[in-house]
């Protein structure tokens, strides 16, 4: 069965993680950079949820799953150790139309996790169908060296470009060889060098003047 790939816009909805153990801190740690409203209820947290519970950024309810528990959830995952419990809350989110990641029982589940690696908005995900989240961690680590940090800053420049040129001259056709011409030159190499007067030279030749890294609000800190 083929999965279909999309990605969610959780800011402000609510996440139900039903199990406090490693896997359930795994996923909690990508969500949050969501903005999700992330609740865990199990009678047990790991040492990593109990500091994100410390600080506040997630919410602990310290008991078993109960019937009821996914009220008002856009997402869930059933991340205990124990199948059946993982089943209740199965069944619990179908009845309610929930999209359910039942972590231990991919034919249960209406959504799968995949490995990510995130530089600023960039995501690249990768995904296996559940036949073998080893590889998907091994190709994660891979293409986490090949695509470093300049290649957030390269889409913070790009956005930052795009934005201007929609705002001031709205031609689309003509954006995407100006965009490709800028792709043909290695930007993330010419980011990962870091070098201004090379970069505003070859920004101002492609897009003219108003088009410096400064102008465009780009900073070095954001390479790391
Ligand atoms: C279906 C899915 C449901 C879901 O969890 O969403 C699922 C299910 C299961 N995972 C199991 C085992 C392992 N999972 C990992 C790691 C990850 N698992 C992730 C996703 C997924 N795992 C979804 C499919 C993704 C895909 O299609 O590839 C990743 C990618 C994302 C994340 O969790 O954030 C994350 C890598 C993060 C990273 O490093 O980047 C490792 C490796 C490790 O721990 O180092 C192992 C041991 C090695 C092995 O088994 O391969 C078991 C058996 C449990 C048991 O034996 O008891 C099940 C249950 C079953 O398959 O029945
Ligand atoms: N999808 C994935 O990526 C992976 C899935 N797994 C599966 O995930 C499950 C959890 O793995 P771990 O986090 O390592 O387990 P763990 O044993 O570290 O944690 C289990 C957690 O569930 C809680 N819990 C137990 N009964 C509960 C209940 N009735 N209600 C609420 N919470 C309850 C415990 O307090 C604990 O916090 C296992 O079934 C394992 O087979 C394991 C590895 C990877």
């Not at 419990?85 to 209406?110: F, H, K, Q």
């Not at 190709?139 to 390269?154: F, H, P, S």
């Not at 420049?157 to 965009?179: P, Q, S, V």
């Not at 011409?181 to 290695?186: K, P």
């Amino acid at each position: 069965m083929q999965h279909y790939p999309v990605n969610l816009v959780l800011a402000g909805r609510r996440t139900v993680i039903i199990g406090g153990g490693a896997v359930a801190a795994r996923k909690c740690e990508s969500l949050l950079a969501t903005g999700s409203r992330i609740t865990v209820v199990a009678p047990c947290l790991d040492p990593a949820l109990e500091k994100l519970c410390r600080e506040n950024r997630i919410v602990h309810e310290s008991r078993p799953y109960r019937y009821g528990d996914l009220d008002g959830a856009f997402l869930v995952f059933a991340a205990t150790g124990d199948a059946a419990v993982n089943r209740a809350v199965a069944e619990e989110a179908a009845a309610r139309g929930i999209l359910a990641d039942i972590v231990d029982a991919p034919e249960c589940s209406t959504f799968v996790t995949p490995a990510t690696v995130r530089r600023g908005d960039l995501l690249i995900t990768i995904s296996t169908g559940g036949k073998s989240p080893a590889l998907s961690a091994r190709l994660r680590a891979e293409l986490a060296e090949r695509y470093g940090g300049e290649y957030g800053t390269a889409l913070e420049l790009l956005g930052a470009i795009r934005e201007k040129l929609l705002t001031e001259k709205g031609n689309t056709a003509y954006n995407k060889e100006l965009f490709n011409a800028l792709l043909d030159r290695d930007l993330p190499l010419l980011l990962k060098s870091w070098s201004p007067s090379v970069l505003d030279h070859i920004l101002t030749d492609i897009f003219g003047p108003g088009f410096t890294l400064e102008e465009l609000g780009i900073r070095e800190r954001e390479t790391s």
